[in-house]
């Protein structure tokens, strides 16, 4: 198939100060689209390659180096370097091409800013955003290393944020290996960010790279340079002089980054990552001076973990004797119950597809309460068991859109509030019939005047020849027409009187109530905090040991604290890990994620 070719000159004059117009195609492949930036060590231009159909930055040579000899073989090394280097957070070089007698290299292009104009921008990020970039270029930084390289030239300039805020190090002009390195080319760089020996000439390694390293973290916390020139006169004053309650362990590590003497930074960006994911790593000369301050004898360590490890398996044996959902077991799986649960609602006229979902576990503390101080021993645990009323229930949500709780936690059958048309929430007794029940409906749908009752009580598992409609009003707060309640009792428990109230909206369910004359406010209308009584006696001894866990554990991290032994990290991960191996209450399902029976 015959192309004609593409034009090589620009269509029109280039703008003031750039050697190329936008349009205007290189190599017969890439069309200029539009200048990003220009420096002394180059002009940088975005293009699209018409090859491949994506879009490419072109690093030009300043017109006074183009026909520099050693320049251009530091052109090629700066292809040859950065080619080897493989890593997400590293931007890709692709190759080197000619316009001309113009060479120029092509590598990714980033939309995005550097951490330069961010800071400038911004002042200094988040804290936890900090850690986040500062691990990304150390990873960056030691795939350079990996490769025998050094960039020597790392600075906030150098360093892009893409558009989701992804590390991209740039800039691979100096990059070169130790050993290849003239005397006087050790002193390339940019001075305000080179190690004081880098700049004395005497030699450059890969902690140079890392004292480097320290001076854009130090940048990066505290919006503000560690050293307002070149001089290194004096040690840096400390980040958290300039930002109240930072990390210490961010501190120490930019400030061991900052050391004048190479032996005591960090060897390598490596270190440094690990120093940032799992607190300070120590000095070898740290190590040694710290003798034997703080160690135990071995007998007494062995002590203390076998007393942590009963106490742990006390807690877990306790643990099933004091949650209710272990003297009260659900009949059904809980993916079974989302399934029934979503069934139901799709029958009550609410059949769209729900764009997100989430289910879980909850007590009715107010009922619970009352039935504990009122029901003497077994006698309460055959009343929850038959589970009407519910003391313990499954809910199931669903929305057209997303479900974001209002409050810090999880999303509950009270958060979000049920405010957005299509919103539902079906709650399960530990049978599996249905208690209770809210939608908000779509004031602009069509449908029948008169409700379905009938289906309302086969939910329920409830027969409505034994109720009679009472004229009362109902306690719900949902848009409705239609509204009615019915008094009577269920055939397998004729003791216990039961109450039914309903509404409807254009012949659509929106709220369904089944619970007992004098009962109190929904748990879902006025939710309250959850609480989960069980044996009063196996519960005691379950809060003492927690309470003496506890207690236990904030001593220990009192003490590491004020030895400045804490490792923060690691105890935020402990925590995580603690929480997730606790029961759940409550989980949530992705959108568009079907639950299906087992």
């Given amino acids: ?113 550097d951490l330069a104009s961010l800071l400038k921008r911004v002042g200094r990020v988040p804290e936890v955003k900090g850690i986040e970039i500062a691990r990304q270029l150390c990873g960056a930084l030691a795939a350079v290393h990996d490769q025998g390289l050094l960039h020597r030239d790392l600075k906030p300039a150098n360093v892009m944020l893409d558009g989701r805020g992804r590390v991209r190090l740039t800039d691979f002009g100096l990059a070169a290996a130790a050993e290849d390195l003239s005397a006087t080319e050790v002193r390339s760089g940019t001075p305000l960010y080179q190690a004081p020996v880098q700049a004395a000439g005497r030699e450059v390694t890969a902690r140079s790279d890392v004292y480097a390293l320290g001076l854009v973290l130090y940048e990066l916390f505290t919006g503000r340079r560690a050293f307002a020139d070149a001089k290194r006169d004096a040690p840096p004053s400390k980040p958290s002089s300039h930002v109240a309650g930072l990390n210490p362990a961010v501190e120490r590590v930019i400030l061991r980054c900052l050391e004048p003497d190479p032996a005591g930074r960090p060897r390598s960006a490596a270190e440094v990552l690990a120093a940032l994911a799992a607190g300070e790593t120590p000095s070898p000369k740290l190590v040694a001076d710290a003798g034997e301050v703080g160690l135990i004898r071995p007998w007494v360590g062995l002590a203390l973990l076998a007393a942590v490890l009963i106490g742990i398996g006390a807690v877990a044996i306790l643990n099933e004797r004091v949650r209710l959902f272990s003297r009260v077991p659900f009949a059904h799986p809980p993916a079974e119950l989302a399934f029934q649960a ?44 038959y589970g009407r009323p519910a003391g313990t229930f499954f809910w199931y949500r669903q929305s057209q859109g997303p479900l974001t709780a209002t409050r810090p936690g999880p999303i509950t059958p009270a958060d979000p509030p049920l405010i957005t048309p299509g919103m539902a929430t079906a709650l399960l007794d530990v049978k599996g019939r249905l208690v209770e029940f809210h939608a908000t409906p779509d004031p602009g749908i069509a ?32 848009p409705a027409d239609r509204w009615m309640v019915w008094v009577g009792t269920d055939a397998d428990r004729t003791d216990i009187p039961v109450r039914v109230e309903a509404a409807a909206y254009r012949g659509r369910l929106v709220y369904l109530r089944v619970t007992s004359p004098g009962a109190g406010p929904s748990p879902v209308l006025m939710p309250r905090p959850a609480a989960d009584p069980g044996d009063p006696i196996w519960q005691r001894w379950y809060l003492v040991l927690i309470a003496a866990l506890g207690t236990g554990l904030i001593l220990l991290a009192r003490a590491n604290l004020r030895t400045g032994r804490a490792d923060r990290v690691g105890a935020a991960r402990l925590a995580g890990v603690t929480a997730g191996i606790t029961p759940l209450k409550a989980v949530t399902q992705p959108a568009g994620t079907a639950v299906a029976p087992r």
């Avoid at 370097?81 to 060479?103: I, M, T």
């Avoid at 409505?464 to 004229?471: L, S, T």
């Fill in 447 to 478: 449908g029948p005047a008169d409700p379905n009752w009938n289906l309302v009580f086969a939910a329920s598992g409830l027969d409505r020849a034994a109720f009679r409609p009472v004229d009362e009003p109902p306690h719900f707060v949902a």
């Fill in 342 to 385: 979503r069934q139901l609602i799709g029958r009550f006229g609410y059949s769209d597809p729900p764009a997100d979902t989430a289910w879980g576990i909850q007590d009715d503390v107010e009922y619970l309460d009352r039935l504990f101080h009122a029901a003497p021993g077994e006698s309460r645990w055959l009343t929850l068991a």
């Fill in 1 to 113: 198939m015959h192309h004609d070719p593409e034009p090589t000159g620009p269509y029109l004059p280039p703008p003031p100060g750039e050697r190329f117009a936008p349009g205007t195609v290189l190599a017969g492949r890439y069309r200029v689209v539009a200048a990003l930036g220009r420096g002394g060590m180059g002009e940088v231009y975005r293009a699209d390659d018409l090859s491949l159909g994506q879009p490419v930055a072109l690093k030009f040579l300043p017109e006074h180096l183009a026909a520099d000899g050693d320049r251009l073989a530091r052109f090629r090394k700066e292809v040859a370097a950065a080619r080897k280097v493989s890593q997400p957070n590293v931007c890709r070089v692709y190759d080197l091409a000619e316009h001309g007698s113009q060479p120029f290299l092509t590598m990714e292009y980033i939309d995005g800013e």
